[in-house]
């Protein structure tokens, strides 16, 4: 039994004492502590934007931190025009840029070529002719530098497509405009007339009256329509109500001002020269409003194609469908046409029908389109037109048969052929109808 006492006693002692020493050895061990690494610095780079001569930019830059976004704007001083950046691939006045590496950037600004000396009566020979210089533009007051840019940059785009024809001037207004700002942009209009001895009021009178101009009551809202120059004066004028819809869309008035803009390539292709002055031209409201509200619908579709950035608002009107849905649309409106009128040709804008010139007028055209077969839908206005002109001449300015004799020249049709023919495509179904319609 002692033994046993013993021997136990032995392994209890050994047992405390490893466990002590083991415990010893534990606390004896520094715990790890773990540092917390700083985190790195944001990189940072320089933006420099630089002023040029000729405008402005919205800011000159600064240090930023990697990709960070900055927007700059560059707005083109009077008698210039925006041409795009030193540093950056952009037509665009407007830019964001995220930073990744100092940049630099600087605006391009070119001196706009403007007409000769206005008060030279030399001025009328460009009436109807291509010219190099640009149309001007007046802007009431409260039209943004935003908005400005939009309508220039539109101008300039259409004007490439269509020919500038010159000498033009866009008087621009809105809807928001107040009084204050439409009587300040009538008195710069209506002195610039008189100062140039221009009567745009009553225009078979040769002096200007400064007075009557005023009391005209341009500019009023709504105004937005295109009255172009007479011939004594050699002035294509444009009156555009720039909508106060769409502040971020660059080119939202793009279909506006291109149907607009075609009045003045109307009037420039089709009125020969004359020295009896004039309003302009006597194209039959159908076919004058039909195809400038074709082409506002036709134009915008084939350039996106073609890969021209026009920054609209892809619902408003359709834009953003295929051109056979919006004309789809528009003969949805045009039932029993065929039997309201006798004459296509005299259609007015008073029309209380639906089927006034702005509906039916481009589904007319169209027609006219299809009867040539060519695919070309623009030798309407780059073929018929000057050929209506060729005809004015030979009936000293009788328009109707003029306008007639193209007809059967060019389409093979008189109007009087044109007003059957068109009675009965507009009772034809309406899949057969979009067949002539562009698929674009």
Same mark, same amino acid.
């Given at each position: 039994?002692?033994?046993?006492?013993?021997?136990?006693?032995?392994?209890?002692? &050994?047992?405390?004492?490893?466990?002590?020493? &083991?415990?010893?050895?534990? @606390? #004896? =061990?520094?715990?790890? =502590?773990?540092?917390?690494?700083?985190?790195?610095?944001?990189?940072?780079?320089?933006?420099?934007?630089?002023?040029?001569?000729?405008?402005?930019?919205?800011?000159?830059?600064?240090?930023?931190?990697?990709?960070?976004?900055?927007?700059?704007?560059?707005?083109?001083?009077?008698?210039? $025009?925006?041409?795009?950046?030193?540093?950056?691939?952009?037509?665009?006045?407007?830019?964001?840029?995220?930073? /990744?590496? *100092?940049?630099?950037?600087?605006?391009?600004?070119?001196?706009?070529?403007?007409?000769?000396?206005?008060?030279? +009566?030399?001025? %009328?020979?460009?009436?109807?002719?291509?010219?190099?210089?640009?149309?001007?533009?007046?802007?009431?007051?409260? +039209?943004?530098?935003?908005? %400005?840019?939009?309508?220039?940059?539109?101008?300039?785009?259409? /004007?490439?497509?269509?020919?500038?024809?010159?000498? /033009?001037?866009?008087?621009? /207004?809105?809807?928001?405009?107040?009084?204050?700002?439409?009587?300040?942009? %009538?008195?710069?209009?209506?002195? $610039?007339?008189?100062?140039?001895?221009?009567?745009?009021?009553?225009? !078979?009178?040769? !002096?200007?009256?400064?007075?009557?101009?005023?009391?005209?009551?341009?500019? @009023?809202?709504? *105004?937005?329509?295109?009255?172009?120059? =007479?011939?004594?004066?050699?002035?294509?004028?444009?009156?555009?109500?720039?909508?106060?819809?769409?502040?971020?869309?660059?080119?939202?008035?793009?279909?506006?001002?291109?149907?607009?803009?075609?009045?003045?390539?109307?009037?420039?292709?089709?009125?020969?020269?004359?020295?009896?002055?004039?309003?302009?031209? *006597?194209?039959?409201?159908?076919?004058? @409003?039909?195809?400038?509200?074709?082409?506002?619908?036709?134009?915008?579709?084939?350039?996106?194609?073609?890969?021209?950035?026009?920054?609209?608002?892809?619902?408003?009107?359709s834009q953003n469908q295929p051109m056979k849905n919006k004309f789809r649309r528009m003969m949805e409106d045009l039932q029993n046409c065929w039997e309201e009128f006798p004459d296509f040709y005299n259609i007015d804008y008073d029309s209380i029908y639906t089927?006034?010139?702005?509906? +039916?007028?481009?589904?007319? =055209?169209?027609?006219?389109?299809?009867?040539?077969?060519?695919? *070309?839908?623009?030798?309407?206005?780059?073929?018929?037109?000057?050929?209506?002109?060729?005809?004015?001449?030979?009936?000293?300015?009788?328009? %109707?048969?003029?306008? #007639?004799?193209?007809?059967?020249?060019?389409?093979?049709?008189?109007? @009087?052929?044109?007003?059957?023919?068109?009675?009965?495509?507009?009772?034809?179904?309406?899949?057969?109808?979009?067949?002539?319609?562009?698929?674009?």
């Open positions: 039994m002692k033994y046993s006492f013993s021997f136990l006693f032995v392994c209890l002692l &050994s047992f405390i004492i490893v466990f002590s020493c &083991s415990t010893e050895e534990e @606390e #004896s =061990v520094a715990p790890v =502590v773990q540092t917390p690494q700083p985190e790195p610095e944001p990189l940072e780079y320089t933006l420099t934007v630089s002023a040029a001569d000729g405008g402005t930019v919205s800011t000159e830059g600064g240090t930023y931190d990697e990709g960070t976004e900055v927007t700059i704007t560059a707005t083109a001083n009077e008698g210039y $025009r925006f041409d795009g950046w030193e540093g950056i691939d952009s037509n665009e006045n407007t830019i964001t840029l995220t930073v /990744t590496s *100092d940049t630099e950037l600087r605006p391009i600004f070119t001196e706009a070529i403007l007409p000769p000396n206005p008060n030279d +009566i030399s001025l %009328r020979q460009y009436w109807g002719e291509i010219v190099e210089f640009e149309p001007e533009f007046f802007f009431a007051d409260n +039209i943004t530098s935003f908005k %400005r840019n939009g309508i220039l940059n539109s101008n300039k785009i259409i /004007t490439e497509y269509f020919g500038n024809y010159g000498p /033009t001037e866009w008087w621009i /207004t809105n809807s928001s405009s107040s009084v204050e700002d439409i009587n300040k942009l %009538r008195q710069q209009f209506c002195q $610039r007339r008189l100062d140039r001895n221009e009567n745009w009021t009553y225009p !078979n009178e040769p !002096n200007a009256d400064y007075d009557s101009c005023m009391s005209y009551g341009w500019f @009023e809202f709504p *105004d937005n329509f295109v009255a172009n120059g =007479v011939w004594k004066i050699g002035y294509n004028l444009v009156v555009l109500d720039e909508s106060e819809i769409g502040s971020i869309y660059k080119n939202y008035e793009f279909n506006t001002q291109l149907h607009e803009y075609f009045h003045v390539v109307q009037a420039n292709t089709i009125l020969p020269k004359s020295n009896d002055g004039g309003w302009g031209y *006597d194209i039959p409201s159908f076919f004058k @409003e039909g195809s400038a509200r074709f082409y506002q619908d036709y134009v915008f579709r084939k350039l996106a194609l073609e890969g021209v950035n026009i920054d609209i608002q892809g619902n408003l009107n089927c006034n010139p702005y509906v +039916i007028g481009p589904w007319g =055209v169209a027609f006219l389109m299809s009867k040539k077969g060519d695919g *070309d839908y623009d030798s309407y206005w780059k073929s018929f037109y000057p050929l209506i002109k060729d005809k004015m001449i030979e009936n000293n300015n009788d328009f %109707r048969p003029s306008f #007639s004799q193209a007809m059967k020249e060019f389409y093979g049709l008189t109007l @009087e052929e044109f007003n059957e023919e068109f009675k009965l495509f507009l009772q034809l179904p309406i899949e057969e109808q979009l067949e002539i319609i562009p698929d674009i």
